[in-house]
Each structure stands twice: as structure tokens, then as C-alpha cells.
């Protein structure tokens, strides 16, 4: 089959990434006999650069034809450290969350027992731990109306959510759970904002409709402090968009590297994948990032195509990848040794086209003599 992909490398290490997981949909295309056409698009700092808009329209043309899109990190320390920035970056992504309606991002966490040890926290607290996290992507107080003061004393962004908001994306939690453990939390700050009483209102009405599904409810705070007590608690966590942001961050402490997380964004019509991870400029350019959340977010986006012999495919290859320890600094573990972002997407391709003899090529990739590179 032939698909259009939209890719936006992005900024920071976003490029760098980006190409790897590039290179496990070119495998996966010649293994399977499947045609990508990438078409590039700019988002973020580096549009700004290059037209003064961190969302060209453009590239939301190229984003609403593409079958869907593969989005790497977003972010400049440049505007990081400057408030008085009128545009910045993240405006980009934002615009096109809210331009495409990517209302549903799922952002799965699990904990790789080759990575177990990597963890600060204790084996026995993570080992087994499966959560799927939904966060809400298009409402809430990033979308609400801001302002600052005239004499700039004062600030403030409103939260908004409407019961239809709500409810679209409660409805794909509790199908998710459906097919898990059956269980879905809702986190909220229920005992402090009126927002997360229309969410408990809203969820606990729609529950009555999944009836093979437990509902529970954790006020923020007390969610945050679970996940790190007891994560194996957790099937589906079911969020509004700035606690959604928050937990899965912290959740991420869970797979032993925030470098693997991988996320999809979905609405109505289009559907991105992207790392949860940020642009991590102090690493743009070094080859030493992690490109298994990217690489992770393409078997994302092969699943939602329908492939999922071809998203499986990766997922071996990337699990292969953790066994045999070739993997980027941030997850080397105990081991003395690792391999920079541009090999471990070598590692990938090659695995999903040739399994068997990948294993004999990586004998030789840590004394430099990988034929697959
Ligand atoms: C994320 C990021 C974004 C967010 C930023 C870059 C705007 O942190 O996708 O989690 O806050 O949603
Ligand atoms: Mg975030």
C-alpha cells in the first residue's frame, strides 16, 4: 500500500530522531512491501526562523493530505529564557493540536524489565507495570483566554471544558479499557475546581455505559504521588490536558528513560505521533539522543494505518534493541557501553528486514566492525 506520511523534524533533537525512526518506516516498507511518501513540513522554532511563524500554513496544508503525521520535538532555549516572547515555538504545536482537533492524546507507559534497573525506583514498585494515560488535548487552560495585566502586575489563563469535550475522549478511555484490565482512573482536582466536577459529572454519567468497567477517581496531587507508590495500580489514567501533561512526565520515570515514551495524538480526521520528550537542545547535533520514543511513536502511527504486523515489527526490533544493550547514554544502565542515536536506528532497520542475522551484526557494532552500518 502507498501512504503519504507528514513529517515535522522540528527542533532541538527532533531532526535527529526523527531520521531514525525514518529509517524503521523505510524498513518496514521494504519488508513489507509498502510505499511512504515523507513530505517535510516546518513547525516550531526553526519556522520561526525561517518565516517568522511557528505554523506555517503550509504545513497544515501538507498535515490535513497526509494519512499521518510524524512529529519530532518543539523548543528553543532561546525562547525558553525570554518571557517577553510574543511568538514562540509551542504556539506551533498547539495551533495545530487545536487546527486538526487532535483532541485524544494516549501515551502508553510500561516498564521494560531490560530496563528495569535503570529505574530510581525500586524493582519490585515497577516491575509489571502497564498504564495507558489519556490525556485531553485540546482544551482546558492551554486553550483558554490569557491575558496579562496592562501595568503587568497580573496574569491569568482561563480553564474551559464542555461536556461534549469531555465525553469524545471518554468514550475512546473506556473502549481502551475495554480491551485491557477494565479499569480507568480519573484524575481531576475535583475537591478544588469547578472544571473537574464537569468531569466527574460527565465520566461518571458515560461509565454507566461500560458496565465491564471499574471507574475510580484520584484528586492530582494524591495520582502523583500514587504513580510513584504504586503504578501497578493503574490500567487506564483518564486526564484533562495540563495534568495529562504533568503525570505522564513523571510517569516516565516508570520506563527508565523519558527517551522512550512515544505518544499518539488523534481526532475526528488527522492523527500525529510524536515523543513525549522535548527538543533537548543542549544534545541537538551530538548523535546522542534517544530515538526509540520517535521510532516507538512511527509503530504508533503504523498501528493506526491498520499495519499492525508492520507496528509489531518494530516493537520487536526496538525490545531486541534494549536485550542486546544497544541503546543511547541516557539508558546504558550498569553497562560501560553505548551507541550513538544514528546507530541504534541502524540496529532497528536491520533488525526488522533481516531478524536472525541482526544478532551477529551487532556482535561487531561495539568494536566498530557493524556491517549494517
Ligand atoms: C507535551 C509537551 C507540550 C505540551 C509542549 C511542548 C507545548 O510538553 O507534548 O507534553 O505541554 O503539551
Ligand atoms: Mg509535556
Same mark, same amino acid.
Not at 531514525?20 to 511512504?36: R, T
Not at 481526532?267 to 500525529?272: D, F, P, Q, R, S
Given at each position: !500500500? ?27 516498507? &521494504? ?11 516546518? !513547525? ?89 494515560? &489519556? ?25 474551559? &471544558? ?62 502523583? !504521588? ?109 553497562? %560501560? ?19 536472525? %542475522?541482526?544478532?551477529?551484526?551487532? !556482535? ?10
Amino acid at each position: !500500500m502507498k501512504y503519504t506520511i507528514a513529517v515535522i523534524p522540528g527542533d532541538g533533537i527532533g531532526p535527529e530522531v526523527t531520521n531514525q525512526a525514518k529509517k524503521a518506516l523505510d524498513a518496514v516498507a &521494504y519488508a513489507y512491501n509498502h510505499v511512504f511518501l515523507y513530505k517535510e513540513a516546518q !513547525m516550531g522554532a526553526c519556522a520561526i526562523e525561517a518565516t517568522g511563524n511557528p505554523l506555517p500554513d503550509k504545513t497544515i496544508d501538507i498535515c490535513k493530505a497526509a494519512d499521518a503525521i510524524l512529529f519530532g520535538a518543539i523548543g528553543d532555549l532561546k525562547y525558553d529564557n525570554n518571557p517577553e516572547a510574543k511568538v514562540r515555538p509551542e504556539q506551533g504545536l498547539l495551533k495545530l493540536r487545536k487546527e486538526l482537533g487532535l483532541f485524544c492524546n494516549v501515551r502508553p507507559i510500561k516498564a521494560y524489565n531490560q530496563l528495569i534497573e535503570n529505574s530510581p525506583l525500586k524493582k519490585e514498585v515497577i516491575q509489571g507495570t502497564d498504564i495507558v494515560i &489519556y490525556r485531553e488535548l485540546t482544551g482546558g487552560i492551554y486553550f483558554g483566554k490569557k491575558e496579562v495585566s496592562k501595568d503587568g502586575l497580573s496574569a491569568y489563563d482561563a480553564c474551559l &471544558y464542555s461536556v461534549d469535550e469531555i465525553s469524545r475522549i471518554t468514550h475512546l478511555a473506556f473502549k481502551a479499557a475495554q480491551n485491557r484490565r477494565k479499569k480507568v482512573t480519573l484524575v481531576d482536582k475535583a475537591n478544588v475546581l469547578e472544571t473537574s466536577r464537569l468531569w466527574r459529572k460527565t465520566v461518571s454519567e458515560i461509565a454507566k455505559q461500560y458496565k465491564d468497567v471499574t471507574l475510580d477517581f484520584l484528586f492530582v496531587d494524591n495520582a502523583a !504521588m500514587q504513580l510513584i507508590l504504586n503504578p501497578k495500580q493503574f490500567d487506564v489514567i483518564l486526564t484533562e490536558n495540563l495534568f495529562g501533561d504533568i503525570i505522564s512526565d513523571e510517569a516516565s520515570v516508570i520506563g527508565g528513560s523519558i527517551g522512550l515514551l512515544a505518544s499518539s495524538s488523534v481526532g475526528e480526521k488527522n492523527a500525529l505521533f510524536e515523543p513525549i520528550h522535548g527538543s533537548f537542545p543542549q544534545a541537538k547535533g551530538k548523535d546522542t539522543a534517544n530515538p526509540l520514543a520517535s521510532i516507538l511513536s512511527a509503530a504508533l502511527l503504523l498501528e493506526h494505518l491498520g499495519l499492525h504486523d508492520e507496528a509489531e515489527a518494530i516493537e520487536r526490533a526496538v525490545e531486541k534493541s534494549l536485550v542486546l544493550g544497544i541503546t543511547t547514554e541516557d539508558i546504558k544502565g550498569k553497562k %560501560d557501553f553505548f551507541t550513538e542515536t544514528s546507530k541504534v536506528g541502524d540496529f532497528i532497520a536491520d533488525y526488522i528486514i533481516n531478524q536472525e %542475522d541482526s544478532n551477529m551484526n551487532f !556482535m561487531n557494532i561495539h568494536a566498530g566492525q557493524s556491517t549494517i552500518i
